[in-house]
């Protein structure tokens, strides 16, 4: 089944705010400040459009077979191309059509194939400036990747969501798997009880790397997770199992492309939500070999450093022309060579370097500034300026950011 993706323009969706006024006059109200009531108002109008009986038919018949749904904390719609017209989106929303392009996950530089049953080293933690009076405690971090092998025991007693989309964005599965073994290493550094950073965070995992053994999967797949985790604990007064940060370690060829730009600034503004993503593994390519979403201004983007404080050869780095010049990466972290868990059973770990290890490490300590100070949860550009003042300076300021990330008490 072929989908595309409406993503209507950001000038659409601020001239609905600008008739909030007159919607309250004229009948009950919509929040159009909230991604929600920008999605519901813009579905009512499609819906509702005069002289819009083929197009009211085909959403109808879509909608019954599953493949016109909406993203509603995205203000995102996914579409059969077969069925609807497209040319109705881009005249009455002003919107963008995005083909469901294939996503991958960030492929570590390195991997070792020998695994340990006992507990390895886990060097990367030495690192930070942790004492253990931070462990990540009611902090909930969100993840989109391959997915979790949950009964390792760095996840024993964890408290565990997860849900697994299929490439047309919707929700398959809420039983605990991994495609692969990328997104139980990336979860194992964020909050496992050995190797995490943050071992007493929650975690959230949606499942959208679900092709090519869990090293890729499409567009419409990455917005369903990324909607779902913005989802939680939206329909609740105390907000319970909300997503407080999220880990991407996910990226498009090298070089800016803007295929989430939009949706994170959704995610960023309403209900507030920071995004930590890789930024790449061409390293070795040269300068601009940085990729999305790492490198959007609305992330934070993370390289990868050896245990010498060096820049790894593969990280990725540049200047992104297309945001103003904006350099790439911001900040670096430990990523070569870091010992994890590994999805299967006899809770064994192994070791992959690359920038996808080295942006869990630095969500984790992201998720334990948010513990100590929980009124950045709301303020995900204050926790992001925060954090880009978090870090030991190194020499190499062009490919290592700011500096390594480093818990400063």
Known sequence: MAVKIVIPSKAFLQDLESREQRLRRAGPHLNLYSAKGKTAHIHDLIQNAPHQQKMRSQLTESRSQGVYHALANLCTFIIDEEQIDESYFK????????????????????????????????????????DGSLTGRNINIGVIDSGIYASHQEFAGKQIKF?????????????????GTHGTHVCGLLAGRNAGVAPDASLTVAACLTERGGTAGYLAQILGGLNYLLEQGRDNDTQAGRVHLINASIESAAGFNDYLHGALDMALTDPGTLMIAAIGNNGSKGKNSDSSPGNYDLTLGIGALDENDQVASFSSWGTVAQLGNINKPDISAPGVWLYSSLSGPGNQYFKQSGTSMASPVAAGIAALLLERQPELITQPLKLKELLLNMVVPLQDAERAGRGRINLIN
């Open 91 to 130: 005249n009455a929303f002003d919107a963008t059509i995005r083909e469901n392009v294939e996503v991958a996950s960030v492929t570590p530089a390195e991997i070792s194939l020998e695994s340990k049953a006992t507990l390895p080293e886990f060097w990367h933690k030495k690192k930070l400036n942790l």
């Open 163 to 179: 849900a697994e989309f299929d490439s047309v964005g919707k929700l398959v599965g809420t039983i605990p798997k991994d495609y």
